[in-house]
């Protein structure tokens, strides 16, 4: 059972659009729901984060919107630039359950110049 | 942040052979984690190891297939035993740095032939 769900599977987006990622959780005891960037030969790194009581966060061009009642939140990268074309990976983290990342099936995202 | 230095970066197998990974952190932290991804695909959580105790594994996996070891708080070791061509994956480390920010290594990409 996959428990965070994510679209589209691929992204390809104009130097200065926006890129927008969906994700959706079944879980309702999930705790905090961070985002991931991972570049090609490299581990996945914390892009922003945000807790469930909390409908948006923003760093930079990054913004993550949170719908707690309709389980989904979603990713946008505003402004988007050719060095932000790799895979993002939403997850769910679950104190009580160990720690454990619960990641969703990522998004590959290319920035045409 | 914390660096997680993982090794070898890469390497190549004969079936039926083991190899041992070895994920270093530049801090000590209590929980530290192996995942398996194959290119182009999402994280698959391998086992929890904490410092003290024995590792704790996910569905699916086993201690006889992926035997892991947890000296101390900074080091923990990866085996992947008795290869086979399916095997073949990316494994990366993780590590709990901060109350909900996890550091990957960069990974292992491992070739089983």
């Known amino acids: 059972q996959q428990q965070v769900k994510q679209s589209p599977q691929s992204l390809i987006v104009q130097k200065g659009g926006i890129s927008i990622i969906n994700c959706a959780y079944e879980?309702?005891?999930?705790?905090?729901f961070p985002w991931y960037q991972q570049f090609p030969g490299k581990g996945p790194a914390l892009l922003i984060a945000?807790?469930?009581?909390?409908s948006e966060k923003k760093e930079g061009r990054f913004t993550i919107s949170f719908n707690k009642s309709a389980k989904q939140f979603s990713l946008h990268i505003m402004d988007s630039q050719p060095g932000d074309s790799a895979t993002y990976f939403c997850?769910?983290?679950?104190?009580?359950?160990?720690?454990?990342?619960?990641f969703g099936g990522g998004t590959r995202v290319l920035v045409k110049p | 942040s914390a660096v997680i230095s993982q090794k070898p970066s890469r390497d190549i197998c004969q079936r039926g052979t083991s190899l041992t990974i070895q994920c270093q952190v530049d801090?000590?932290?209590?929980?530290m984690f192996w995942y398996r991804q194959q290119p182009g695909q999402s994280l698959t959580l391998i086992a929890t190891?904490?410092?003290?105790?024995?590792?704790?594994?996910e569905s699916g996996f086993v201690i006889d297939k992926f035997p892991i070891s947890r000296p101390n708080l900074t080091f923990s070791t990866l085996t992947v035993s008795n290869m086979s061509p399916e095997d073949s994956s990316i494994y990366l480390c993780?590590?709990?740095?901060?109350?909900?920010?996890?550091?990957f290594g960069s990974g292992t990409r491992l070739t089983v032939v």
């Open positions: 993780s590590a709990l740095t901060g109350y909900y920010g996890y550091t």
């Open positions: 879980n309702t005891a999930f705790d905090y």
């Open positions: 945000i807790r469930p009581d909390v």
């Open positions: 997850a769910a983290i679950r104190k009580a359950a160990g720690n454990k990342l619960t």
């Open positions: 801090s000590q932290v209590t929980m």
């Open positions: 190891a904490n410092q003290g105790s024995e590792a704790t594994y």
